[in-house]
């Protein structure tokens, strides 16, 4: 049973209350802040200079010119536009103290926030492909995966998400919003600022389902697809070392794709009857900050190429001055 309350009003006179939100975040003391601050910078720092070496590397080693690397590379650039939605925000709020954000500041957080994670979700799914074709199918490896079909398999992962992405932020942003401003998360996602509408958010959470299944649960599928795939064809391989090369070249990508999703899916697919937004928010809090600096350790410290191709660029820089 429906009744008419100054929400409802207000939200038939198509107007609203709110200009700009609070951001509860992590709430602690005065040291406490210091200390957040400190981990937000550390992490920070890490995960960009970590993800710029690894886009620069892969840029100037003409060793790591193939298509793997081509999609390390590009995953490396995303992962620094990922992590750069929230942490500055993130640092600002620990610094000054200050935890409001603007109501158009909010809302071109969620897009961005939306259309790097749905790119994310479909760089993973194409950079299993990928693993799949060169385990496979590896006599036609360097056919199937040319540069024209890997700068289309990439071009395709950073443009899907946006119509997505514009729709579901203008949905929920032309919702009316009549008091509560308090958004109780470390960002502006699309579930705690639907908590602060006063009107049927059916139509957002339909929605927000929609794109759930489209940009999360779609390319994991795929993921496990290629992985299946990739799996029957190593326990089919003759002997042990095979096997072990085979695996080698996939384990940090499937490390990757472990870290990310895990902790995803069990934000945007658990019930929402079962919603709770501190477990939420320390899980939302590992794939959008934790992961992404993580990413380049995975990447190198795990990979012999990468590892080669940083020695041999440290080695040229220590030969440079005498030549």
């Not at 700009?20 to 003391?29: A, D, R, T, V």
């Not at 590009?74 to 103290?97: D, R």
């Not at 946006?162 to 949905?171: G, H, M, N, R």
């Not at 699309?190 to 009107?199: D, Q, S, T």
Request: hydrophobic share 45%; aromatic share 12%.
């Amino acid at each position: 049973m429906n009744s008419t309350t100054g929400c409802d009003k207000l939200a038939q006179g198509n107007s609203t209350a709110v200009s700009e939100f609070i951001i509860l975040g992590f709430p602690s003391s005065p040291l406490g802040q210091v200390l957040l601050f400190l981990v937000y910078f550390a992490v920070y720092t890490l995960t960009l200079l970590g993800n710029s070496l690894i886009v620069l590397i892969t840029l100037a080693d003409p060793a790591l010119h193939i298509p793997m690397y081509f999609f390390i590379g590009n995953l490396s650039f995303l992962e620094i536009c990922y992590s750069s939605v929230t942490l500055p925000k993130m640092l600002a709020i620990s610094l000054t103290g200050r935890n409001t954000i603007s109501f158009t500041g909010c809302a071109a957080q969620m897009y961005f926030f939306l259309l790097l994670g749905s790119a994310e979700c479909y760089l993973l799914a194409a950079m299993a492909y990928d693993r799949y074709v060169a385990i496979c199918h590896p006599l036609r490896y360097m056919a199937i995966m040319e540069r024209k079909s890997c700068t289309w398999l990439v071009a395709g992962s950073w443009l899907s998400g946006i119509p997505v992405s514009f729709i579901q932020t203008t949905l929920v942003f032309t919702s009316p919003f009549c008091g509560p401003n308090k958004i109780d998360h470390f960002f502006c996602d699309v579930a705690p600022v639907l908590r602060l509408v006063c009107a049927d958010t059916s139509r957002n959470e339909m929605s927000n389902i929609m794109v759930t299944v489209i940009f999360l649960a779609t390319p994991f599928t795929l993921i496990l697809a290629s992985y299946a795939h990739i799996i029957a064809t190593i326990l089919r391989m003759a002997s042990a070392g095979s096997r072990h090369r085979a695996f080698s070249t996939c384990s940090s990508h499937l490390l990757a794709v472990t870290l990310f999703y895990g902790s995803g899916i069990v934000v945007y697919l658990h019930p929402r009857s079962s919603y709770v937004m501190v477990n939420d928010k320390l899980l939302s809090l590992f794939y959008t900050v934790v992961t992404p600096m993580l990413n380049p350790i995975i990447y190198s410290l795990r990979n012999q190429d990468v590892k080669e191709a940083l020695r041999r660029k440290m080695a040229g820089k220590r030969l440079s001055p005498s030549q």
